[in-house]
């Protein structure tokens, strides 16, 4: 019985040490740094089979490593974690990954668990669908099936809105965005709910484009933000001056208009979504502030 106590204790301290720990000095001590991607939120950070992470969000994170290596300089082995929504905290937490930045929203839950650098993006919740199932906005999918998303945001509008509209909605579970898509795609859902950019995303990466648009009001706007662990002031900063400095120098803007406005991989498609009005405000407000 002592023996099952003294490891569930180290194993407690274990995981307050990683959530705790100053990550520079982490990084600095074993001379590796893991960077976490998704492999399907197009066009902020997914896999297109190039062997390294593709999107806005990516690019942001490569800076941030560049920044770590200058800071602490000396070499540093940069490797890449694929992170589901359902995993990416825990692995942030624990220590397995360094720097999540993705399509993760910043809100006031999350932020009991670990910090987030400053807002660069902002999205709401709508709905993708084959052009020829008939939904048009909410009203729609009365009585029927949708699918969301396993541990994202998206799930909970859309529990609340479903409830207070009585529409007596199913909603089925995808453990990717990919995955929620494709059971649309199966007929097994009507339509897929979640962050309206990443839906026009994956429209662009889909194999017949053509077929499939977003429908539907968005519900709500919140902030995207690269999420790291919490109480760790210095790696915040850190992170922070690489996205400010993207912000105020113009470059950030060019990766917008490189990820937004131009042709994409891997199938060149534009996804020709100009800079929303709270984004641009952010490129001089600079905050940090979560959705509630």
Same mark, same amino acid.
């Given at each position: ?5 003294? +490891? ?9 040490? %990683?959530?705790?720990? *100053? ?7 074993? &001379? ?5 991607? #998704? ?9 297109? @089979? =190039? ?21 602490? &300089? ?12 359902? $995993? #990416? ?8 990954? /360094? ?6 929203? $910043?809100?006031? =839950? ?6 987030? %650098? ?7 919740? !709508? ?12 009203? /729609?999918?009365?009585?029927? =099936?949708?699918?969301?998303?396993? &541990?994202?945001? $998206?799930? +909970? ?5 479903? %409830?207070?509209k009585n529409l007596n ?14 059971? +649309? *795609?199966?007929? !097994? ?7 309206? +950019? ?7 990466? %889909? ?21 790291? !662990? ?6 915040k900063a850190l992170v922070?001056?690489?996205? &400010? @400095? ?33 984004? !641009? ?6 905050? *940090?502030?979560?959705?509630?």
């Amino acid at each position: 019985m002592k023996a099952k106590i003294a +490891v569930a204790v180290m194993f407690c301290l274990a995981a307050w040490n %990683a959530s705790a720990e *100053d990550t520079l000095k982490k990084i600095a001590d074993s &001379g590796k740094m893991t960077l976490a991607f #998704r492999e399907s939120s197009v066009p902020f950070s997914y896999d297109a @089979g =190039t062997g390294k992470p593709l999107g806005l969000a990516a690019e942001i994170s490569d800076a941030v490593a560049a920044e770590v290596k200058r800071t602490l &300089g000396k070499n540093v082995e940069v490797s890449y974690q694929a992170v589901t929504s359902a $995993n #990416r905290i825990p692995l942030l937490v624990n220590g397995t990954i /360094d720097l999540e930045c993705g399509s993760t929203t $910043n809100n006031t =839950t999350r932020g009991k668990e670990v910090q987030f %650098a400053i807002n660069h993006f902002y999205t709401g919740t !709508r709905m993708l669908t084959k052009k020829t199932s008939g939904i048009n906005n909410y009203a /729609d999918i009365a009585n029927k =099936t949708i699918s969301t998303t396993t &541990g994202t945001t $998206n799930a +909970v509008v859309m529990r609340k809105y479903i %409830a207070e509209k009585n529409l007596n909605a199913n909603i089925i579970f995808g453990k990717d965005h990919s995955d929620s898509m494709l059971l +649309v *795609d199966a007929d !097994r859902a009507v339509a897929f709910a979640m962050d309206d +950019v990443l839906l026009f995303g994956l429209i662009a990466t %889909a194999k017949n484009p053509a077929a499939w648009h977003v429908v539907g009001d968005s519900l709500q706007v919140e902030p995207y933000a690269c999420m790291l !662990r919490k109480d760790d002031p210095k790696f915040k900063a850190l992170v922070d001056k690489v996205i &400010g @400095g993207m912000m105020k120098s113009g470059e950030f803007e060019k990766l917008y208009n490189k990820w937004f406005m131009s042709p994409i991989p891997p199938n060149n498609i534009n996804l020709n979504l100009p800079m929303s009005p709270e984004l !641009r405000q952010n490129l001089k407000d600079l905050s *940090d502030k979560p959705a509630t």
